[in-house]
């Protein structure tokens, strides 16, 4: 069975995780895009009420067929204390039975721990088992340095024993 990196990005730091993630452990990588507008100092406050509520959006591909992975990355940028909500409805539309489960969340400062225990209930009652997690600090990082970090968090978790 396959290994597959799903994710959100608004700024690209999750994206970088999620990228150093996928060569170096060669699996497939899928963004998940919200096609809401998510820029600019209104949609960030209108971001944290979304991801406060738990809102649904829109998001493209609106469909994933995991049929053919055994083992699922799952990563998001924290909002509000949450994962985005691109992410909760992506989780909310697929099937996770006997599928293992890493979950990662970046945030600036804090509430990266809050993100990965909200997906990893949400994807536990849709038949995941969450074999790992990590959280990530972006503030005031280069993308260079959340790679190299990355990297850090592979060897620190010992994520090269999964999905073989
Ligand atoms: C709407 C919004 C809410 C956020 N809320 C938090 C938060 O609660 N805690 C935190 O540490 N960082 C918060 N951040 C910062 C992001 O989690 C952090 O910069 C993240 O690494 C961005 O990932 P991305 O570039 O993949 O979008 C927030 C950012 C946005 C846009």
């Known amino acids: 069975m396959k290994t597959i990196v799903l994710y959100y990005s608004r700024s690209r730091k999750t994206a970088t995780v999620a990228e ?3 060569n170096e452990l060669s699996t497939d990588i899928q963004e998940i895009k ?17 991801a406060l509520r738990e ?8 469909k994933l067929d995991l049929n ?6 799952i990563g998001t940028p924290t909002w509000a204390g949450k994962p985005a909500p ?3 409805t992506m ?17 600036g400062n804090q509430g990266g721990k809050g993100a990965i225990k909200r997906m990893k209930e949400k994807v536990e ?18 993308l260079i340095e959340i ?9 620190e978790h010992d994520l090269k024993i999964y999905g073989i």
């Open 20 to 22: 150093t993630i996928a």
């Open 34 to 50: 919200d096609v809401r507008e998510r820029s600019g100092f209104l949609n960030y406050v209108n971001a944290s009420v979304d």
């Open 55 to 62: 809102s649904k959006t829109k998001i493209n591909p609106e």
């Open 68 to 73: 053919d992975y055994g083992l699922v990355y």
């Open 86 to 88: 691109a992410i909760i």
């Open 91 to 107: 989780i909310d539309q697929c099937d996770f039975k006997g599928k293992d489960v890493i979950l990662f969340a970046t945030m």
């Open 125 to 142: 009652a849709r038949g995941a088992r969450t074999v790992n997690s990590f959280v990530l600090k972006t503030n005031n990082q280069e």
């Open 147 to 155: 790679k190299s970090n990355t990297l850090k968090k592979i060897e």
